[in-house]
Nanobody
Framework: QFQVAESGGDLVQPGGSLRLTCVAS??????MAWHRQAPGKPREMVAR???????IYADSVKGRFTISRDVPKNAIYLDMTNLSPEDTAVYYC??????WGQGTQVTVSF
């Protein structure tokens, strides 16, 4: 069975940093991505990685978020810096845009 699972969500103060982790099991996905959904808003793609270095970011996170892949661990990461309250959302990982995790909550607040 193919699965992805996120972890690392937390409460962080504005201006702070956080790392999210997504581990895939059962298969290595060539395309993996991070998405987020804030209350009352549609889900949006945050960052996508294809292979090792074919990467795209949403305009709202460019320069602040970094997606990376750890091939031996079959994992991807999302390093988030200079967080703002607008980044508060449930963050989801996807594999091949088909397999989704349960989400991890990121809250940016004092």
């Amino acid at each position: 069975q193919f699965q992805v699972a996120e972890s690392g969500g937390d409460l962080v103060q504005p201006g702070g940093s956080l790392r999210l982790t997504c581990v895939a099991s059962g298969i290595s996905f060539r395309v993996m991505a991070w998405h987020r959904q804030a209350p009352g808003k549609p889900r949006e793609m945050v960052a996508r990685i294809k292979g090792s270095n074919d990467i795209i970011y949403a305009d709202s996170v460019k320069g602040r978020f970094t997606i990376s892949r750890d091939v031996p661990k079959n994992a991807i990461y999302l390093d988030m810096t200079n967080l703002s309250p607008e980044d508060t959302a449930v963050y989801y990982c996807s594999g091949a845009d088909t397999y989704w995790g349960q989400g991890t909550q990121v809250t940016v607040s004092f």
